[in-house]
């Protein structure tokens, strides 16, 4: 009975977003707007950081590997729904779902990994600032980045490994707009405590761990700070923590929202709006938040679009 019903499912339905028919049009231009300000956005910042052999230090080329994940995050699940909201046609392959799930839990983790990588940086940097280039050599930058995607990709064949393993009922609906694995769960017939119970565990840990890293890290900026007597000094920190915690705070909230505590939660629809913050919206404000709020990046971008002599 089991592979009766692996075999028989072929497709999932992607309910997608709850917005009317004649709302269709206005979402569908708002969402290709984000979409491609997050790739463009991010695009250029991997090319200014490539091309500017000033920027060729940790802290830039950390953003330019989250640029990167943030790119291929938002590819993994908006083009397929502006597809869906133009065409009508809601449907997605079980292949096509099941892979879609491995690369959005991929290049979310490793989002994850990366945001706490570059507050680790940011802390050697702003506490040690005289070992920052013994301690933030080239070899374990590569190392960081390196060992990040590793774990990423075991934590995303894990759990697309025990979810291929289950059978899924006749009602193959998935009210959301990508293929994502609390609702794919939702929609089998197998026990799934398994299942849960590593997503709870393991994923738990992955996603505690970097938080941890993150937090830690920009307490003990905050702590360096407060004791340096300049007040200019000390606001200009405190604003760019900010930023950077704002996002963190608004990803790692609505993540933990959508996949900890979604049981807890009476309506779909507050599912999907997490799910839109962190996989559209957060991807479209790191550029600004991390990169083009920065001075040697707008030094970059000017010498590009004004001077042209990267090469000079």
Request: glycine content about 4%; aromatic content about 14%.
């Amino acid at each position: 009975m089991r592979k009766e019903n692996q075999s028989s499912m072929s497709e999932f339905i992607l309910l997608g977003l709850p917005i009317r028919a004649e709302q269709q049009d206005m979402f569908f231009a708002l969402f290709l707007g984000v979409y491609l300000t997050t790739v463009l956005g991010n695009l250029l910042i991997v090319l200014l950081i490539r091309l500017d052999a000033r920027l060729h230090t940790s802290m830039y080329f950390f953003l330019s590997h989250l640029a990167f994940s943030d790119i291929s995050l938002s590819t993994t699940t908006v083009p397929k729904m502006l597809m869906n909201m133009q065409t009508q046609q809601q449907s997605i392959p079980y292949v096509g779902c099941i892979s879609q799930m491995y690369f959005f839990i991929l290049f979310g983790c490793l989002d994850n990994f990366l945001l706490a990588v570059m507050a680790y940086d940011r802390y050697v940097a702003i506490c040690q600032p005289l070992h920052y280039t013994a301690v933030m050599r080239q070899e374990l930058c590569i190392s960081l980045v390196a060992v990040s995607w590793f774990f990423c990709c075991i934590h995303a064949l894990l759990h697309t490994l025990l979810l291929i393993q289950l059978s899924f009922c006749a009602e193959n609906t998935i009210p959301n707009f990508f293929c994502d694995l609390s609702a794919l769960l939702k929609t089998s017939c197998s026990d799934i405590s398994i299942n849960e119970l590593v997503i709870f565990t393991e994923g738990g840990m992955l996603f505690i761990m970097p938080l941890s890293i993150i937090l830690g890290s920009y307490v003990r900026i905050g702590t360096i700070v407060l004791r340096v007597p300049s007040t200019k000094r000390l606001f200009k920190a405190f604003s760019t923590c900010g930023s950077h915690l704002f996002v963190v705070s608004l990803y790692y909230g609505t993540l933990a929202g959508a996949y900890f505590f979604s049981s807890l939660w009476d309506s779909n629809d507050k599912d999907i709006i997490a799910s839109v913050i962190y996989t559209v919206v957060t991807p479209m404000l790191n550029p600004f938040i991390y990169s083009l709020r920065n001075k040697d990046i707008k030094q970059a971008l000017e010498i590009f679009v004004f001077r042209g002599n990267f090469f000079r």
